[in-house]
């Protein structure tokens, strides 16, 4: 007969802690790198390093694209004064996939201008509190498609509107030149209690082919608006730089032809 020995037994029951303790780094460590890794844009440092731009001013001008610059001969212009910290097809949380452009200024709501970064057809829904969207019947690009161009968060976070009072809520199909002004950046977000951080977003969504745009909150319905504006803002491509111009700037200066009222 075995002869009972109770210090063995003692000695195997805490084996399972150490497995665990041994496994939580582990799957920890495994979590981390499908996060940083995996899932497009979890990663990239662009935020903390606007952060740091908006403590050191002087840098922070490097990066601020201004309205009316066109990077080479790029079809759009830019619409608004800021740094792209969001770009297309970025990831700001577990699967989500940024469906557009999120543009920085770094000053205050109602204060930074947002033009039609291209001529078309404005409409403003009844309930677009921050919104406008432009229909481009030529894609300057692919010529044979209609496209829509969105731009939003032109308001408080109180849902007072931003938007030039020449586009009232129920605007249709309104023509406007590029360069027009569409209203100024807010912080809307539908959630006075959690605003957005004060930015421009734009995206180039999908027309429905029966004249209408695409549910824009799905990536699948936009465009890389890389090709358009002629910078580096798709983010499988750039996943750490604040986009800036790469090639000759022409430059024509809208705010410099703002009458402000
Ligand atoms: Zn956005």
Redesign the pocket.
């Known amino acids: 007969m075995k002869e009972f020995n109770p210090i063995s037994i003692k000695a195997k029951k805490p084996s399972w802690r150490k497995w665990l303790l041994f496994l939580i780094p582990i799957v920890a460590l495994l979590i981390f790198l499908a996060y940083r890794f995996l899932i497009p844009g979890a990663s990239s440092g662009r935020w903390a390093y606007y952060r740091a731009l908006l403590i050191d001013r002087d840098s922070l001008s490097a990066f601020i694209l201004k309205p009316g610059m066109r990077c080479g001969d790029s079809a759009f212009a830019f619409p608004t004064t800021g740094a792209i910290i969001?770009l297309w097809d970025q990831s700001y949380r577990v699967g989500h996939r940024?469906q557009?452009l999120?543009i920085f200024s770094g000053t205050s709501p109602g204060v930074t201008a947002v033009y039609a970064a291209y001529s078309g057809y404005l409409t403003r829904l009844d309930d677009w509190l921050s919104t406008v969207i432009i229909r481009v019947p030529e894609d300057p690009l692919h010529p044979d498609r209609q496209i829509w161009n969105y731009y939003t968060h032109m308001a408080t976070r109180s849902g007072d509107s931003f938007i030039s009072q020449e586009f009232p809520p129920g605007s249709y199909d309104v023509y406007v030149e590029e360069g027009s002004l569409l209203g100024f950046q807010g912080d809307y977000s539908g959630d006075p209690l959690n605003p957005t951080g004060l930015h421009l977003?734009f995206s180039i969504i999908k027309d429905d082919g029966e004249g209408g745009f695409l549910n824009e909150l799905e990536i699948k319905n936009t465009l890389d608006p890389s090709p358009y504006f002629n910078l580096s803002v798709n983010h499988n491509n750039n996943a750490e730089e604040i986009p800036i111009c790469e090639d000759g700037i022409e430059f024509a200066d809208w705010d410099s032809l703002l009458e402000y009222e």
Do not use: A, I, L, P
Request: hydrophobic share 0%; proline share 0%.
């Open positions: 969001g940024h557009g999120d977003h």
